[in-house]
């Protein structure tokens, strides 16, 4: 078990992006995409159409400068057989990506990022999922009742249909192809785990009767493969599994590990204290932080922004220079621009002065050092999850 500590600033020249926004990365290299704080709707990182005069805020990174600079933002007219909508879009180099967002009069969703430089639509008046740009809309599934996710770099995606099957749509140069995941069962939940060598699907199955659902990963087109869940020791531990990998953290708010649900390996980093488990039971799933290659899941407290290596185990810390007030540090949201470098946005409120705030955390080089028992995070410094969460 290796504990690094890496404590640094940003330093006063590096320009961040405009405050006010929370950020999410369109993919691994590209752009850092704003919605605006305070977020409304079902889905709060997404724009509900029509927009207000002023369009989204987006960001590149350049790593050999250390600076970000605003990418130009347009709307980009789609045009479907029975609706037309005017979608917020960026571009960065080659392709252009879009922003989550939604027409609810029409009917229709516009999924974050891209296939190939196109929007992924879908019209939930007749269950068509498109691949529509500016020059066109293109079918590439009918009865489909949501999509789950978009996996940009990839070229790929995951939807269900009425009946909560799971399927993949993998563009290609012959117009892709559909593959059908899960059997006759209803999927509830599904994911793509990143930062595994091989592709990876996880997902939850349930059972007719409503008792029996089992949790599956798929690799590389494969057969499902049931997860291996590790048991409990005892009625007080709870476990979640994170959204986007293949990793489960189970045990109680004051000691827990995070364990490989195709292995069952454990990791040896206690994380008690840095995560509150859900109250309620049937919360089995949640959706943290994670660094764009999938490799680093993160926390934070008041001092610190807390980095688990889901491979590793190994734990790194960066200064949380976030405001403090009155001993109480609450993010709306941590985007990792890279493995290294976290932007943390604050809303505008009491915390900040009333100022909506951006500031950024910075990993570097590992300095080794044991964490004690008597290191570990007090939960009472952790109001950014409520009971209500």
């Excluded at 704080?37 to 997404?46: A, D, E, H, V």
């Excluded at 990174?61 to 990418?71: C, T």
């Excluded at 995560?275 to 407290?301: A, I, K, N």
């Excluded at 900040?352 to 570990?376: G, L, M, N, S, W």
Aim: aromatic fraction near 12%.
């Amino acid at each position: 078990m290796t504990l690094s500590c890496l404590l640094c600033s940003c330093g006063d020249n590096l320009l961040l992006p405009t405050g006010g926004y929370d950020y999410r990365m369109s993919s691994v290299d590209g752009a850092i995409l704003g919605y605006p704080i305070p977020r409304t709707g079902t889905n709060p990182y997404c724009y509900h159409l029509p927009l207000t005069k002023e369009q989204p805020s987006a960001f590149a990174y350049d790593s050999e400068k250390m600076e970000y600079f605003p990418l130009e933002t347009a709307l980009c007219t789609i045009s479907l057989p029975h609706a037309k909508i005017s979608v917020p879009s960026t571009k960065i180099g080659e392709y252009r990506t879009f922003f989550a967002s939604s027409a609810d009069e029409q009917q229709i969703t516009v999924y974050q990022g891209d296939i190939g430089g196109k929007a992924v639509v879908l019209s939930h008046a007749d269950g068509i999922l498109y691949l529509a740009d500016e020059s066109g809309a293109a079918p590439i599934a009918e009865d489909v009742l949501g999509v789950w996710q978009v996996y940009t770099e990839r070229g790929c995606l995951l939807f269900f249909d009425k009946d909560g099957i799971l399927y993949e749509y993998t563009d290609g140069p012959d117009n892709g192809g559909i593959t059908q995941i899960s059997d006759d069962g209803r999927v509830d939940r599904a994911w793509y785990a990143y930062g595994c060598d091989r592709h990876t699907v996880v997902f939850r199955q349930r059972s007719h009767n409503g008792t029996d659902d089992v949790w599956y990963y798929a690799e590389d087109n494969g057969n499902p493969v049931p997860c291996v869940i590790p048991q409990k020791s005892s009625e007080s531990e709870s476990a979640v599994l994170i959204r986007g990998t293949t990793g489960i953290l189970q045990g109680t708010n004051d000691s827990a590990y995070v364990y490989d649900i195709r292995s069952g390996q454990k990791l040896d980093m206690d994380m008690g204290g840095l995560y509150r488990f859900p109250l309620h039971p049937e919360q089995d799933t949640e959706t943290l932080t994670l660094s764009p290659d999938g490799r680093f899941v993160y926390f934070y407290d008041i001092d610190f922004i807390y980095r688990l290596n889901l491979e590793s185990g190994n734990l790194d810390l960066a200064y949380n220079e976030a405001p403090i007030f009155e001993g109480s540090c609450i993010l709306s949201s941590m985007t990792p621009v890279t493995d290294e470098i976290v932007l943390l946005s604050q809303a505008a409120n009491e915390f900040t002065e009333y100022v909506p705030t951006i500031t950024c955390a910075v990993f570097e080089e590992d300095i080794p050092e044991v964490r004690h028992e008597d290191e570990k995070i007090d939960l009472d410094y952790h109001p950014w999850q409520t009971d209500d969460e």
